[in-house]
């Protein structure tokens, strides 16, 4: 069976090649090694946390592992680590790679990178999470932090939109305009930012 | 079977030209034809082949089409005849380890190719498996309904089927008009003034993914997309057949498709076959790909894989 699968898909491919030869191949602006930086959106920070040198700028940094009072919300569920093995205690607005490199909130996936190295590289490629914009041109990568909470990274379920409608409850019956049924995604975004 | 709609159906003036039902037909036909006399409607009437037209021709076609959807719908249309790209093979691929079930596609190609809302026409539809069930084999007796609130569900995986956009098109084959036909960049398109509604392609896809207008379709004005392709997503007639195209209009300008650009989770992956570096061939070449139904050698440019 998979191996049916396989001779398929090399016929395919040498098909395409030799397509290709004849009409030359219309090339994907190079998302490979080269490319360093990958265009984001900005990092989905909760309104008013950042810069966080608001408040951290000259306040006393505490490296030991303990229950906050503050920052409720982060309770690690992750790996086995502590803040700093991410953030960067000497200046808070930015993030700190186990290199000691250190990194801005908006390429935040070069620290994931560090220890999902397979998740990456398919990142990378635009196989891992996903793209918008040009298939043949610029694209619009989202951080690893648009779907993982980095403190609790399990991606969260959500709301399905509804199903089809059965087919003997389809009705051919004349509607006004506004009787209508409208779609129902916007609503539904409209109540979720990812 | 609602009645034909003879005066919106543009598909039903093709019985005389390609000569389908034959003689029988001629006679029926001074009768069902509207004694209509403005121009509009015998220029549709006798119009060629939409392959076989110049550019000269589809640039009057797509006049007169422009007209009469804003006599219809109120709504300024930009129909274009956008060519395929040359050196591009479009291919899909669908990561069935991170979908979720949540019909962000089903919706966000509704708006985009605008679908009827009523009677409701989906391109898209997400079929869900219990986990460890045997199942490409029978997609048919699949749940499309499920509705939890939440979406993944324990124990289940779900996979969305449109237009496998196959390279052995079985309703290219069957169609009496050829209404509808192969694109070379792969995409198999339906001209919805030449489709006569005879549904033989419907009945000749093993994917079930085409979709028949039974009655007028119906959407809000204010949703409808103004920017369409005359051999996508500009608005169809009652009794003729449609389905994904890709999102022809978008694709062919680089842009991706609508179900790649909404997938919450990153599971749908959009390119060109032919380019080496593309994120599909990356999918081919690196993940575990297959298609649905192999053994009938359609031979689909809409690969799924397991990521993990």
Known sequence: MIKKIHITCLLFLLLATSLMILEGPVTAEDAGDE??????????????????????????????????????????????????????????????????????????????????????RDWKAGVHGKRTGMWNGRKEYRLCVHCHWPHAPRFKPIKPLPPPVRPDDIKYRKLRPEEIPSNPLEEILRGEKR | ??????????????????????????????????????????????????????????????????????????????????????????????????????????????????????????????LRFRKGEKWVSNLEEADKYYYPDRVPEEGYFYVPVQCQQCENPPCVKVCPTQATWKERDGIVVIDYNWCIGCRYCMAACPYGARRFNWGEPRIRREEINPNVHYLGNRPRYRGVVEKCTFCIQRTREGRYPACVEICPVGARKFGNLLDPKSEIRYCIEKKRVFRLKEDLNTFPKFYYFFAI
């Open chain 1, 35 to 120: 490319l360093v930086e990958f265009p984001v959106p900005p990092p989905p920070f909760s309104e008013g946390i950042f810069p966080c040198s608001n408040c951290h700028a000259g306040m006393e940094v505490n490296t030991t592992k303990r229950e906050l009072e503050f920052h409720q919300n982060i309770k690690l569920k992750h790996f086995d680590g502590w803040c700093f093995d991410c953030h960067n205690p000497d200046d808070r607005d930015t993030l700190r790679l186990a290199s000691g490199k250190v990194i801005s909130f908006k390429e935040s996936e070069f620290l994931c990178g560090q220890c999902h190295g397979t998740i990456f």
């Open chain 2, 1 to 126: 079977m609602p009645g034909r709609d003879e005066k919106n159906n543009p598909g039903f003036r093709l019985i005389d030209r390609r000569g389908f039902l034959k003689g029988a037909a001629l006679g029926l036909m001074s009768m069902a034809l509207p004694h209509r006399s403005d121009a509009s409607f015998w220029e549709g009437f006798f119009q060629k082949h939409f392959r076989e037209m110049n550019s000269e021709e589809i640039r009057e076609v797509i006049k007169r089409l422009e007209k009469e959807y804003k006599e219809k719908y109120k709504v300024d249309f930009n129909i274009k005849t956008t060519k395929p790209l040359p050196g591009v093979l479009f291919g899909y691929g669908l990561d069935i380890s991170r979908c979720i079930g949540c019909r962000r596609c089903v919706y966000a190609c509704v708006k985009e190719n605008n679908q009827s809302r009523d009677p409701q026409i989906h391109w898209i539809t997400v």
